[in-house]
């Protein structure tokens, strides 16, 4: 698509918790000029604002109505994304070990998935974007330019996350495995849109990959894309 004389493209990286999605996407964004949208926020902001008022993920036309009023904005800052939740700066609240761990139970309720799948769409109407998420290049932009499925072993995801850990926080790995396990479980079994490849998805692997070069490899990527789009 030609925006001001320039052609963008839409990105989507979908894939499981901690195979390096947002720093990946961040930097792909970054080094394209593009807008980088962690839409994952998008549904901690919503748990956290259903865990605030008493809202359990199963009292789902609570959730609706809940979900259908709630005013989401997605910042882009020069150090990443803020997210504002009825105005209110929410970046460092969403990342909570209790936002966490519940996130997966109302990210699979209907109304809130389509209700923010509207917003997603809405955001990258104009291309130029690097989305990252569960379910992008399968539900939210089905015509994504390029698709991205990011992956690496739940070992290999558990051990950097273990890495990123202080003596405040800390947690064992055997209990970080198992808790990307279940949620990798409850992501790909839930009955909307489910973690799942896109047919038409680069499947890769960053198990033993750097992220720096699975960036570059994106990058190039896109720009292919974009030659084969611009003809
Ligand atoms: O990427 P993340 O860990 O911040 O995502 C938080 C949760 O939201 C995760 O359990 C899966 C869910 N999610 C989703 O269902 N669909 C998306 N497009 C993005 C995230």
């Known amino acids: 698509m030609l925006v001001h004389g320039v052609s963008r493209i839409n990105i989507a990286i979908d894939g499981p918790a901690g195979a390096g999605k947002s720093t990946v996407a961040r930097q792909v964004a970054s080094k394209l000029g593009y807008v980088y949208v962690d839409t994952g926020s998008m549904y901690r902001a919503v748990t956290l604002y259903a865990q605030r ?7 789902s036309s609570t959730l609706q109505q809940m979900v259908e009023q709630l005013e989401i904005e997605l910042i882009p800052t020069s150090v990443g994304q803020m997210i ?3 105005q209110e700066d929410v970046t460092a609240l969403i990342r909570t070990r209790e936002v966490t761990t519940e996130v997966s139970h109302y990210a699979s309720n209907e109304h809130v998935r389509s209700h923010l799948s509207k917003l997603q769409r809405e955001l990258a109407i104009n291309k130029g974007i690097v989305m990252d ?6 539900h939210v932009l089905p015509d994504a330019e390029l ?4 992956t690496a072993s739940v070992q290999e995801r558990a051990l950097r996350r273990y890495k990123e850990l202080t003596s405040d926080n800390y947690i064992p790995l055997e209990q970080l495995e198992a808790e990307i ?13 489910p973690l799942i490849q896109a047919d038409d998805a680069i ?3 960053s198990s033993y990959i750097g992220i720096d070069e699975v960036t570059d490899l994106i990058v190039s990527l896109s720009q292919k894309k974009l030659a084969e789009v611009m003809g």
């Open 203 to 205: 499947l890769i692997d």
């Open 84 to 86: 504002l939740l009825q």
């Open 53 to 59: 008022n008493g809202v359990s993920a199963n009292q």
């Open 147 to 150: 698709k991205i499925f990011l």
């Open 181 to 193: 396990a279940t949620r990798d479980k409850l992501d790909e079994t839930r009955e909307i849109a």
């Open 133 to 138: 998420g569960r379910d992008i290049g399968t």
